[in-house]
Structures are given as C-alpha cells and as structure tokens.
C-alpha cells in the first residue's frame, strides 16, 4: 500500500509541475480577480499548505523545503524547486505514516485519506491556475489542457 499511495502522491505532483511548465513567467501574474490570488500565488500556496502538514506530522523535513512568499511568487524557478522539495517531503511523511498504521499526527481518519485530502486541494487550486489563466487571456494549449489528466505518463 506504501509504494502505491507514495506514487499516487507524486503524480499529483508532476501533475502540478507540468501544468507550472506551461505557463509562461510573465503569465503567473493573472488573477481571476483583483482581490483573489494570482497563477503564482496559487502554486505557492499549495505549497504553503504542504509545509503546514510537514511542520505538524514530520517537522524534520521541514529543513529541506522552503515557503513561498507572496513578494516571490512569480518566480518560475523558486515555485518550480519549492514544489518538487515540498512533493518528496509529504513523499516520506506519507511512508512515515503507513509505517506508524496509517496515522497522519493531526489528520483523521488515516493516511489513505490525506492524500485524498492532500490531491483534492492541489485539483481545486490547479483548476483556479487554468481558469485563470483562461479569463486572462492566456489559456493554457490544449496539450497541457489534456496532460494534466493522464495520470498514466506523469
């Protein structure tokens, strides 16, 4: 169960670096509104929330991955590095938590359901990026459009 729960979470992962790698640097500035958060902001913030799970179930892995703040999130490289530091953190707290019976410190019922919990977040915030971008007028290609549900090449 580990190693496919642990897969599972890095597809979504990818999902969210392919979809970053799509959108132009310039771009990660749209917002659907003037109040609400920019493309960047976005990714930020998913990983943002990735490092307050990390920081109440395994804080030790809090030392390899970096917040975002919001004066730096157009830049590209930082949310591309950030996601994929934050990605393998909850990578192995999510092993950490099979190991210890499936508990998640802080999270109920188990650890099935994070990452449940976990990918329908990023979802909701990957589809406030592409509606976004969209309103804007800088829609993402159809490509990318379809990539981010082919779970089986990510």
Same mark, same amino acid.
């Given at each position: ?13 990818? *999902?969210? @670096?392919?979809?970053? /790698?799509?959108?132009? /640097?310039?771009?990660? =500035?749209?917002?659907?509104? $003037?109040? =609400?958060?920019?493309?960047? /902001?976005?990714?930020?913030? *998913?990983?943002? #929330? ?11 892995? %809090?030392?390899?991955?970096? +917040? #975002?703040? +919001? ?7 930082? @949310?591309?590095? $950030? ?6 953190? &909850?990578?192995? @707290?999510? /092993?950490?938590? &099979?190991?210890?019976?499936?508990? &998640? ?5 188990? !650890?099935?359901?994070? !990452? *449940?919990?976990?990918? $329908? ?8 990026? &592409? %509606?976004? %971008? ?8 159809? +490509? ?7 779970? =089986? !090449?990510?």
């Amino acid at each position: 169960m580990s190693n496919e729960l642990v897969q599972t979470w890095q597809i979504n992962n990818r *999902i969210n @670096l392919y979809l970053l /790698e799509a959108i132009a /640097e310039e771009n990660l =500035g749209d917002s659907l509104t $003037s109040k =609400g958060r920019r493309v960047g /902001e976005q990714f930020a913030h *998913i990983n943002n #929330v990735r490092l307050m799970w990390l920081k109440e179930a395994l804080p030790e892995a %809090l030392e390899k991955v970096v +917040k #975002v703040e +919001k004066e730096n999130a157009a830049d590209k490289n930082l @949310l591309r590095e $950030s996601l994929a530091k934050s990605g393998a953190a &909850v990578s192995a @707290l999510i /092993e950490k938590a &099979v190991e210890n019976g499936s508990r &998640v410190k802080g999270f109920k019922p188990h !650890v099935t359901a994070f !990452v *449940i919990y976990l990918s $329908s977040h990023e979802a909701h915030h990957r589809s406030q990026i &592409v %509606l976004a %971008l969209k309103q804007s007028g800088h829609p993402v290609d159809r +490509k990318t459009s379809f990539g981010i549900w082919e779970f =089986g !090449v990510r």
